[in-house]
């Protein structure tokens, strides 16, 4: 069996693998600026002599993909869980993905998007941006004193799961949220920490609403933080079904009951118990409509949908001869009578 040949990203950026993410960041700054494919390559006037034969370690990679390969080694590398990835499983464990202790890592892909990378670290597509300084003298990175322009970092998105009873009520959820933190004056390292961000649930909420906390979002060098946003979700309730500000149940019967009709008690989400009296043939596709009893309507908590009923008939698998006849005689009768 031959063996794989895996790609060295801390090779591509000329890098050691305990590089720090801002000494990953401005390699890439060097890399890319270099190896940019709108830059003329005859035109070396906006490239400082430092840069001028730093790309000796990529002659092994055609130039045609030598672009490619900077940013996606920088796609890897910046990110954290990739990295990790990368670091302890190799790229064929970063590509096929891996079973990790807290869930399965699914496989990389490389979205193939190297301008969109390029514009996210410098804030512009042009390979002649007032970039010298932002290499040559490159702390604090996208600083308001610095060179360049942050971009605002992605959404980070989290789900909010809510029972019926918290739907009914309203509550005060208390989300703990990991994000980056900023751990120097400088601006210029992060770590995981906590953040505890309290969610006020107004009665009849409805599922995907979201609730958007501006720049709650991780801390990064180079990027605005993106907003934190919570999106709510019920959870599912062994009894009611919601639709909107309705709720729906179904109640199982017998075919005595569906067509003579019968009492029963039915309890409401805030507890009440109803009595219920069905006095009409209930038939497939029947519906008891209990005004009011449903949950409050979103901004207008005075208002309440219903609560629908519906029932499952169950026949009878097996009627006795004698009993068919007794049965047949009765429904023409029923017959007879709807007709007069």
């Known amino acids: ?94 590509l096929n993905g891996v079973d990790l202790p807290n869930g399965y890592f699914p496989p990389y892909k490389f979205s193939g998007n190297c301008f969109e990378i390029y514009n996210s670290v410098f804030g512009t597509y042009s390979p002649y941006g007032n970039l010298i300084d932002a290499i040559t003298n490159p702390p604090p990175l996208y600083s308001c004193k610095g060179i360049g322009v942050k971009t605002k970092g992605p959404d980070v998105v989290k789900v909010v799961y809510l029972d019926l009873k918290e739907v009914f009520q309203g509550a005060m959820k208390r989300m703990q949220v990991l994000r980056q933190e900023f751990t120097n004056d400088e601006e210029s390292k992060t770590q995981c920490c906590e953040k505890v961000i309290n969610i006020n649930i107004p009665p009849g909420t ?65 507890q009440k118990k109803l009595l219920i009296a069905v006095s009409d043939v209930i038939y497939p596709g029947y519906v008891k409509e209990m005004l009011n009893e449903g949950l409050p309507v979103i901004h207008e908590p005075s208002r309440r949908g219903s609560l629908y009923i519906h029932f499952d008939i169950k026949f009878p698998q097996y009627i006795p001869r004698d009993l068919k006849c007794k049965l047949k005689k009765l429904l023409d009768e029923v017959d007879r009578a709807n007709q007069e």
């Open 1 to 94: 069996m031959s063996e794989i040949k895996e790609i060295d990203y801390y090779g591509v950026l000329n890098l050691n693998r305990c590089a720090t993410p801002e000494q990953i960041i401005l390699a890439y700054r060097k890399h890319a600026i270099r190896c940019n494919p709108h830059r003329d390559p005859n035109d070396n006037r906006f490239l400082p002599p430092m840069l001028l034969n730093d790309t000796d370690h990529l002659e092994c990679i055609p130039k045609c993909s030598q672009w490619e390969y900077v940013n996606k080694a920088y796609d890897i590398l910046s990110d954290k869980l990739r990295r990790e990835i990368y670091d302890n499983h190799g790229e064929y464990g970063l």
């Open 206 to 270: 409805l599922p995907s609403t979201s609730f958007r906390y501006k720049e709650e979002g991780d801390r990064h060098p180079t990027k605005i933080p993106g907003d934190l946003v919570f999106v709510t979700a019920d959870k599912p309730h062994p009894v009611f079904a919601r639709d909107g500000p309705h709720l729906n149940i179904t109640k199982t019967i017998n075919l005595s009951k569906a067509l003579c009709g019968f009492k029963f008690f039915v309890e409401t989400i805030d």
